[in-house]
């Protein structure tokens, strides 16, 4: 095995490894959610671009939000946090 080789295989190694990490976080946020987690609570309106944590109008799936700050998408924050920070809302701009 040559050297490029060697790289593009190591690389292709980071890059499922590092994918494999934020899809599992993001599912851990929303299963948390899901259970019932009272520590942690949905704010809206603070997510960046493609790191929501769940559904939200115009897709049905977590990252998939293409605009950062979206007042309807929503990322799992701890309890209390979310009135803290700037744009933050616990409550949707508009219901689904």
Do not use: W
């Not at 490029?4 to 599912?27: D, E, P, R, V």
């Not at 809206?44 to 007042?71: E, F, L, T, V």
């Amino acid at each position: 095995m040559n050297t490029q080789q060697m790289l593009k295989t190591a690389l292709m190694g980071a890059l499922t490894l590092g994918f494999a990490s934020i899809t599992s976080t993001a599912a851990n946020a929303a299963d948390a959610m899901k259970a019932g987690d009272m520590n942690m609570t949905k704010c809206y309106g603070i997510n960046a671009a493609h790191k929501n944590d769940c559904k939200a109008p115009g897709h049905s799936c977590a990252g998939q939000d293409a605009k950062a700050r979206d007042p309807n998408s929503f990322v799992a924050v701890p309890a209390g946090l979310c009135e803290k920070i700037a744009g933050g809302s616990t409550t949707p701009a508009s219901k689904d």
